[in-house]
Structures are given as structure tokens and as C-alpha cells.
């Protein structure tokens, strides 16, 4: 290996450490790809800032927009709601009628704004239905992402398989040409959903209205400890002094941040801040006087908000929401929706000592408190998804506007008449033109992160390429195979794949292991669509860990769900769906 591989290499091993631990975002991980391999002359200045103008981010790009469009005129809500009348009143009732349309919609559209639609209208369901919303939303994400896999446009790693086939000079795939294997993984996964896979998950999130007591999901949240107040004294008697509220005393820090040890003894003093764990109902229970919040500045803002009538609602940190990243203690949710958080819960306890100063992240799910603008206000889906409410639908008027012309960005590139990147930015333009979106809005609305990801990570697919690592790379893969048939070549490839995607973003593996396939291919005569149907097929394989695929995330917290949930069910899905995409492609590409 040159002295170049092995510094690719480092720059890769980095990459996927901080992919895996997002000690920084997924974008900026992308970008400081993108900049080494431009400051170590891996890649040419134009070659590392072409994935900016490259056809599958600008597709992503574009189609993100006419999702946009979409959701704003209130189509999607509007078949959806309807759809939901038919569903029955146990688990397996609601998903025969939900998942194949879930399924459909993510063909074509942005499987994340899916999933956004449709968490609220699950929780409420479950609650109303008596069902464990728990049941629900994981078979829904399973399967919105292979919906995904019918068409090219189905997800974001679909285009950039493509782009990278164009890039090694191999024919790109049409829009439909894969449909009949992601149909097939489709059908497989519904049938094995609707049967085993929502009985593998414990009912994890109760059917419970807010008031009640019985809510599993707990939530942190912290106190300043004020002179007169009834937990000065000792632990114990703070803890006594919390048990009405059902409320968990887990750590004590004194003005100065120190921790104090949790001994029944140990003094608690004016100044010092005690994190706190409760149920939604406990945690506003305890907060029902003015005198207990996060900070003094949120202490303020809930006595203007105690003005009116208010009550506690659940929101999740929406994909690519204005607040992920900010401070709780930063949040100006009283300017922006006359509300004021209360409580965070994620899947594990923030490290910061002043719970306030915890930055929100994708998915976190807060207590907020409200005087009902919440619910009603249309801005508030672009940052929080609430899970007591139905979304709002902004306007009804261009809806069957947008839906027409969004039929005719799929019609025009699927019959072949353009390339889609055309295709979607004519009916970005059309949208435009006819008001069915304001582009400020859309900007404001697209996530962003998908597109400087792609951008990014497209240099680090060329420095490979001009490395020779692929072809090294590709070089040990076949010697490894050497005297196994093609099918077991393609199984393993896909089982690599698919242990790569579930620690990692997927758009970072199918850009890793893409080139790595037409190597293998091109030098073991093999059609190197076969392999990059493979790759394509397990980067979004990504079923039994919550990281793989920023959907799973969402879901995490409000399904309040275990990592092992995952593991569970998406095991044996995985298994189910690869071998039945390994098998059909084998049938498709085996050497005569």
C-alpha cells in the first residue's frame, strides 16, 4: 500500500469514529472529509467541491423541496386521514392497512417527511385505540425504508449508488429498474411484520392520556433549590419531600456545579441544583408553582405564561428543526409558540451538569408547557412534532396543484424523457411559479444536512478512486472469495455492507463500499450493476440499531424504545429481506 492509501485510510477510520459517536453532525463530519482530501491533494480543488453540483445532491436537493410542497398544501394528511378510518382496534389491524401505504408514499417521497406525518397519528391512535403506540412505530419506519428501495428516487443512498455508477462509467439505473426486488423486500417485510415482527417489542409506550400516572416514559428535568424551599435539609428528607410528585432524585450539585455525593445523610442547601426524573405528569405536577424551572430565565417566562390557561404536551426535535443544537436554556419557545420546556428525555442521560445547558439533538422528545399555540401555530412542524396533536394543514387550496405536478416529475423521469435531477428541478420551478410553496419557506424547511452530506462525502468516493484503494481494496475482497461462487460473493458483500450501514450513516457507506463493488466486479467479470444493487440494497439495511438511518432515531425516544428492541426485530427482518434481494439478484446477474 503508497504512503497515499494509508493516509486515506486514517482520514476514513476518523470519519467512521466520528459518524458513529456524532461527537460533531454527520454534515460537518462530511465536510472535513471533503477538505483533507482537498488539502492533502488526494483530490483536485474542482474534484472535491464538485459533489455540490453533483446530480444526485441536486436531485435530493430538489425533490426535498417538492416534498415540501406536499406537506404545506396538506395532501399527504389528507389521504392519510382518511386512510386511518378503516384501520381496526388491535396492532396487527392498523398496520394491514397502514404499512403498504406507508410503503408507497416512501417510494416516491422523502421517507423522513413519512415518518414525520405519521408518529403523531400513531401515538394518538394507540392512545385512542388502546394500543401500545410502541407496536406501531417501528414496523412503520422498517418499512418506510423499503419503500424506499422500489424506485431511485426512494431514498437518497439510491442516488448517490447511481451518481457513483456514473462516475466508474457503468450505465445508471432507470427509475423502475430495481422496483421488482424492492417490491419483493416489501411484501416480505409486511407479511413478516404483520405477523411476528410487532410481537417481538414489548409494549413500551402504554396507551395513556397526559394526566395519568402509569406513563413509563420518564423525563429529566432539574431544580434550583430556593431558601424556604422543602427540600433543604437532608436527602432523605428531600426525597420524602419529592415522593408525592413521583419523582426520582438522582443527582445534587451544588452552586459552584461540585456533585454532592446521594447519602441520606448529605445536606441539601439554597443553591444547589437537584436533577430530577419523573413521568410527564409527576414532573408538571412539580412544576405547577413558578418557583421551580431550569433556569431564572424560564422562571420568568412561565409567569407571563401563567397569565392564561396552559397544559403539558410531548414534542419531538423534528429532522433538520432550527433547535437541534441549541441550549434548552437557549430554547425562546415563549417568542416563537408561547411555550416553555419543562423536561428533556433521550435515550441516555446528558453529561453537562446544568441539565439547561444540554444541547437538543434529533429526536430528544421535550415537556413543553403551553397555552395551546402550540397545537394550532403552522411554523411549529418545521421544529417540533407533537404527540398529543394532529398536524395542522396550512392551506388546502393548491393541493391537487402540488399533486399533479409532483406526478409529473415522476412521469416524465421514469418514462426516460429527462434525467430526473431536470426533472425534479422543472417541478421545483413549476411549484414555485403556481404558489404552491414560497421558496423561503422551503429553504427553511429542507434538511439540509442530507444535502452537504451527500456534497461532502462525494470527494472521499473520487480520492478512493484515484488512490487505487478501491482496486487494493477489491484486490483482497477477491482473494478472500477466491474459489466461492457468485452468490456467495454477493452474500457476503451484502452482510459487510449491512454490519458497515448499522453503526454508520448509511450515505457514508453506500459511498465507501460502492466503488469497492465495481472494483470487485470489473475485475472478476461480474456485471458490476449486480454488486451495486448490493451495496445499494444493504447501506439501507439498516434495521437493528437505532443509528443507521435518521428515521430510527426519530422514532427512538417516543417509542421509548431499547436498543435491543431493534436488535429483536430487525434481525430477523434483515435476514428475511436480504436474502430474498441476494437471491433475485443472483437470478438477475448469475454468468451464464
Not at 436533577?275 to 409527576?282: D, E, K, P, T, V
Not at 413549476?430 to 456534497?455: G, P
Not at 457476503?492 to 448509511?506: D, E, Q, R, S
Request: aromatic letters at 8%.
Amino acid at each position: 500500500m503508497t504512503v497515499e492509501m494509508w493516509f486515506l485510510c486514517a482520514v476514513i477510520a476518523v470519519a467512521m469514529v466520528l459518524f458513529i459517536t456524532e461527537k460533531v453532525g454527520i454534515d460537518v463530519t462530511a465536510i472535513f472529509i471533503a477538505f483533507v482530501v482537498m488539502a492533502s491533494g488526494l483530490v483536485s480543488i474542482p474534484e472535491g467541491l464538485s459533489g455540490f453540483s453533483n446530480q444526485a445532491a441536486l436531485t435530493v436537493l430538489s425533490l426535498l423541496i417538492l416534498n415540501t410542497g406536499l406537506e404545506k398544501t396538506g395532501v399527504l394528511y389528507l389521504v392519510t386521514k382518511r386512510l386511518v378510518a378503516f384501520t381496526g382496534n388491535q396492532a396487527w389491524s392498523v398496520l394491514f392497512i397502514l404499512l403498504p401505504f406507508i410503503a408507497l408514499l416512501s417510494a416516491f417521497t422523502n421517507n423522513t417527511a413519512v415518518i414525520a406525518l405519521f408518529l403523531p397519528m400513531l401515538v394518538l391512535m394507540g392512545n385512542s385505540k388502546g394500543i401500545s403506540p410502541s407496536k406501531l412505530l417501528m414496523p412503520m419506519a422498517f418499512i418506510s425504508i423499503l419503500g424506499g428501495l422500489c424506485t431511485i428516487i426512494g431514498t437518497s443512498t439510491n442516488l448517490l449508488v447511481n451518481s457513483i455508477a456514473r462516475q466508474y462509467g457503468v450505465p445508471p439505473f432507470t427509475f423502475f429498474e430495481f422496483a421488482d426486488i424492492g417490491a419483493a423486500m416489501v411484501g416480505a417485510g409486511i407479511l413478516y411484520l404483520l405477523l411476528i415482527g410487532h410481537r417481538l417489542v414489548p409494549g413500551r409506550r402504554k396507551p395513556v392520556n397526559m394526566e395519568s400516572e402509569d406513563q413509563e416514559g420518564k423525563y429529566l428535568t432539574q431544580v434550583v433549590v430556593l431558601q424556604g424551599s422543602p427540600f433543604i435539609g437532608s436527602i432523605l428528607e428531600a426525597r420524602a419531600a419529592l415522593k408525592p410528585f413521583g419523582v426520582e432524585l438522582l443527582a445534587v450539585h451544588t452552586s459552584s456545579l461540585k456533585p454532592k455525593e446521594i447519602e441520606d445523610r448529605m445536606l441539601v442547601e439554597a443553591g444547589d441544583r437537584l436533577l430530577l426524573r419523573g413521568s410527564a405528569a409527576g414532573i408538571a405536577r412539580l412544576k405547577s408553582g413558578n418557583k421551580y424551572a431550569m433556569t431564572a430565565t424560564l422562571s420568568m417566562e412561565r409567569v407571563v405564561l401563567h397569565k392564561q390557561e396552559t397544559h403539558v404536551v410531548e414534542a419531538v426535535v423534528a429532522p433538520g428543526s432550527e433547535l437541534i443544537g441549541r441550549k434548552l436554556r437557549d430554547l425562546d419557545l415563549l417568542a416563537m409558540y408561547e411555550s416553555v420546556p419543562l423536561a428533556l428525555r433521550r435515550s441516555e442521560r446528558p453529561l453537562e451538569s446544568i441539565l439547561a445547558d444540554t444541547e437538543l439533538r434529533l429526536g430528544d422528545v421535550l415537556l413543553i408547557e403551553t397555552n395551546g399555540q402550540l397545537a394550532i401555530d403552522p411554523e411549529v412542524g418545521e421544529d417540533l412534532i407533537l404527540l398529543d396533536t394532529m398536524p395542522m394543514v396550512r392551506s388546502l387550496r393548491k393541493r391537487w396543484t402540488a399533486v399533479l405536478i409532483f406526478a409529473a416529475v415522476i412521469a416524465v423521469a421514469a418514462a426516460g424523457w429527462v434525467p430526473i435531477v431536470i426533472s425534479a428541478l422543472g417541478g421545483v420551478m413549476l411549484m414555485a411559479v403556481t404558489r404552491c410553496i414560497h421558496l423561503n419557506d422551503a429553504y427553511k424547511r429542507v434538511e439540509w444536512k442530507v444535502y452537504f452530506l451527500i456534497a461532502g462525502l462525494i470527494p472521499l468516493g473520487i480520492a478512493i478512486q484515484n488512490t487505487g484503494l478501491d482496486v487494493k481494496i477489491a484486490t483482497g475482497f477477491i482473494s478472500v472469495t477466491a474459489g466461492l461462487s457468485f452468490a456467495w460473493v454477493i452474500g457476503l458483500m451484502f452482510g459487510f455492507t449491512v454490519i458497515i450501514t448499522n453503526v454508520m450513516a448509511n450515505n457514508a457507506t453506500a459511498l465507501l463500499m460502492a466503488p469497492i463493488a465495481v472494483s470487485v466486479a470489473q475485475q472478476s467479470g461480474i456485471d458490476p450493476k449486480a454488486l451495486l444493487l448490493v451495496v445499494m440494497f444493504g447501506a439501507s439495511t439498516s434495521f437493528f440499531t437505532p443509528v443507521g438511518y435518521h428515521t430510527l432515531t426519530l422514532i427512538y425516544s417516543p417509542g421509548r424504545y431499547k436498543f435491543k428492541d431493534y436488535f429483536f426485530m430487525g434481525l430477523p427482518l434483515t435476514i428475511i429481506v436480504g436474502s430474498i434481494a441476494c437471491w433475485m439478484i443472483w437470478q438477475r446477474y448469475a454468468p451464464v
